[in-house]
């Protein structure tokens, strides 16, 4: 059997490699995994189970469901003052498809996509599916791990085209201000960059306040929010998320999607309906306790030696700096790993500006967090011996 060239040197990621070998230990503590420990809300999941018993159990519409669209245009609306319409909706198979269709939709061989690093991994592979070239703009911790309107403009080319941005982000679990990202608008508006803002945890603010990209003057009509009910929502198995954006991009990528897809799980629309509309208080009492936990973990590592750790803005994501330790990304979460028996992630797997950092999710019960962070302490001192 032949494969495609393209794919013939096809590996694991980093990420995948850490994922496997942690699912291989029985006493791992996992700070790996970006999942909230929350089952879905019983209302919800009894809401799936009624609309399948009412028939809602055939083909639904390519785009989504007309009134589940407008369900995602009320939920950004209320919340964030984003105002669209249902035309410029389009409901996923998760929050990851998005990234497929709009690239897809968008990339001529060579063209390039600026991603904003460091950031969610998978975005390399798609881009480089999509036969685009993946432009890394590297981020400092000093810069809040945002990019600079004057570092993207030294990386644009004629060959630009997408810039990717991610607030609150995967990996760092910062949050961009309105100053920052009207900066980067101005770069984006000047040469012309469709902008792909991951706001898939616009529900997990501590630090300022959530801004859509798109609801900057000027933005709307050149941004593709990717959103979902994964995080907010605790609906990860469920696989639903959305793209909000113009509608002739939107048009194009439903095109594409029904030939990958042919729509999304009908039952599982008519939950994200009920979803969307009726958990608000929900979420914020998820957001308040993993700012708790958030809370405990920075505080924690923060008394390790050679560790330092910003504190909680948003996400469920933590990007503690590992280097005084002596050690690299991957030898630390390796060696936590392995002789810790914490999973966690090296930040250098989110492009290379990551490196002498470590991703911790803080997705697990307070126990857990509290048992990991005692083994963590326990090993970062036998580092220093």
Not at 99 to 121: M, R, S
Not at 166 to 173: A, K, L, Q
Not at 304 to 332: H, Q, V
């Amino acid at each position: 059997m032949k494969f495609a060239e393209r794919y013939s040197a096809l590996k694991p990621s980093p990420m995948l490699k850490l994922f496997m070998a942690a699912a291989a230990d029985t006493d791992v503590a996992h700070l790996e995994i970006g999942e909230p420990d929350f089952t879905t809300e019983l209302d919800i999941i009894d809401e799936a189970a009624r609309a399948a018993k009412d028939g809602y159990t055939h083909y639904g519409p390519i785009q989504g469901y007309a009134d589940v669209r407008q369900a995602v245009c009320d939920y950004w609306d209320r919340r964030y003052g984003l105002k669209s319409t249902p035309d410029e909706v389009q409901m996923m198979a998760g929050g990851v498809q998005s990234v497929h269709l709009a690239l897809q939709a968008l990339l001529d061989p060579g063209d390039e996509v600026i991603t904003a690093e460091p950031c969610f991994a998978p975005y390399f592979d798609q881009i480089y599916q999509h036969q685009g070239k993946a432009v890394h703009l590297a981020t400092t911790e000093e810069d809040g791990f945002v990019p600079t309107a004057e570092a993207l403009e030294k990386v644009i080319t004629p060959r630009s085209k997408v810039l990717m941005i991610c607030s609150p982000s995967n990996p760092t679990g910062r949050v961009m201000t309105r100053g920052q990202m009207e900066a980067i608008a101005s770069v984006a508006e000047k040469y012309d960059l469709t902008v792909l803002s991951d706001e898939i945890y616009d529900s997990l603010v501590y630090k300022g306040e959530h801004i859509p990209f798109a609801a900057l003057p000027g933005m709307k009509e050149r941004t593709l929010t990717m959103g979902g009910l994964s995080k907010s929502h605790c609906m990860t198995g469920w696989r639903i998320g959305y793209a909000i954006g113009p509608t002739p991009l939107i048009r194009t990528m439903t095109l594409l999607g029904a030939n990958q897809t042919y729509g999304v799980n009908v039952p599982t629309q008519r939950a994200a309906l009920y979803a969307l509309n009726t958990q608000d208080d929900k979420m914020a009492e998820r957001a308040e306790i993993f700012f708790s936990r958030l809370s405990y973990v920075s505080d924690r590592l923060n008394a390790m030696p050679g560790i330092c750790c910003a504190k909680p803005e948003g996400a469920f994501y933590l990007f503690p700096d590992i280097r005084g330790t002596g050690k690299t990304s991957e030898e630390f979460a390796w060696g936590l790993l392995e002789e810790g028996h914490v999973a966690t992630l090296p930040g250098s797997a989110f492009g290379a500006c990551g490196q002498g950092y470590i991703r911790i999710a803080c997705t697990q019960s307070m126990e857990t967090l509290e048992k990991a962070m005692d083994r963590t302490e326990n090993y970062v001192r036998t580092l220093k011996k």
